[in-house]
């Protein structure tokens, strides 16, 4: 059992849906970021969420962190084929520095 | 360019033969990782370092070695490797807080 839990693991939507990923633990994270991987490549950083209740937007994707601190999710409006890759959400616990990855996301975005 | 480096890239090697992977940074960052991607698994944390000689263990760390004797370079190090081990490996580091984490391009690693 991985400490972030990430659904669903795959998602295939036509360009113009909307989609929500998930990320879920039991543990507090004193920060969480979500990063985009492309084939062939390592991770790439989209945000960092640090307060509880925090909800920060970039372009069309939308980011929000809980209340609790515990769990998070990406939102995607108006999905692109562009948006297509795989999606992992990245916490540091309250009391470490260790920066541990969900199991990701798979979104197929089709024209 | 994310000011760290992975080598080999690639690299095939032999059940129980010793491999070890390099990472190397140029930005002085006191936070580095491993981790191991597989299909399904997303990235696993193997072994972090918080600073020179100061290392600890991640949620995979059987069978996984480290060293850092200086800021810039972190290795890894199989001691005996087995075909579990096959997988790709990413290095990244990290400054001090909520920082961006930057990745490594990866190793991809077979072991036969």
């Given at each position: 059992t991985q400490l972030l839990e990430q659904s669903p693991q795959f998602l295939s939507i036509q360009e113009g849906e909307n989609l929500t990923v998930y990320c879920n633990?039991?543990?507090?994270?004193s920060s969480l970021q979500w990063y985009r991987q492309e084939p062939g490549e390592g991770p790439v950083l989209l945000v960092t969420v640090v307060t509880g209740g925090e909800v920060k937007k970039l372009k069309r994707l939308t980011f929000q962190f809980g209340d609790a601190r515990k769990d998070s999710s990406l939102h995607i409006t108006a999905a692109q084929p562009g948006d297509t890759g795989l999606?992992?959400?990245?916490?540091?616990?309250?009391?470490?520095?260790?920066?541990?990855?969900?199991?990701?996301?798979r979104v197929l975005v089709k024209p | 360019d994310a000011g760290i480096t992975q080598s080999p890239r690639h690299k095939v090697t032999e059940t129980g033969t010793p491999v070890t992977l390099r990472c190397h940074q140029t930005e002085n960052h006191r936070y580095m990782y491993w981790y191991r991607q597989d299909p399904g698994h997303g990235l696993r944390l193997i072994h972090y370092s918080y600073g020179v000689k100061d290392t600890d263990k991640g949620e995979v760390s059987d069978g996984y070695s480290v060293s850092r004797s200086k800021t810039e370079d972190f290795l890894l190090t199989l001691e005996s490797a087995t075909s579990s081990q096959t997988s790709v490996y990413f290095c990244a580091h990290r400054g001090v807080g909520a920082g961006e984490a930057f990745f490594g391009q990866g190793t991809r690693l077979t072991v036969v």
């Open positions: 633990s039991s543990s507090v994270f999606y992992l959400c990245a916490g540091t616990e309250a009391a470490g520095n260790k920066l541990t990855f969900g199991g990701g996301t | -």
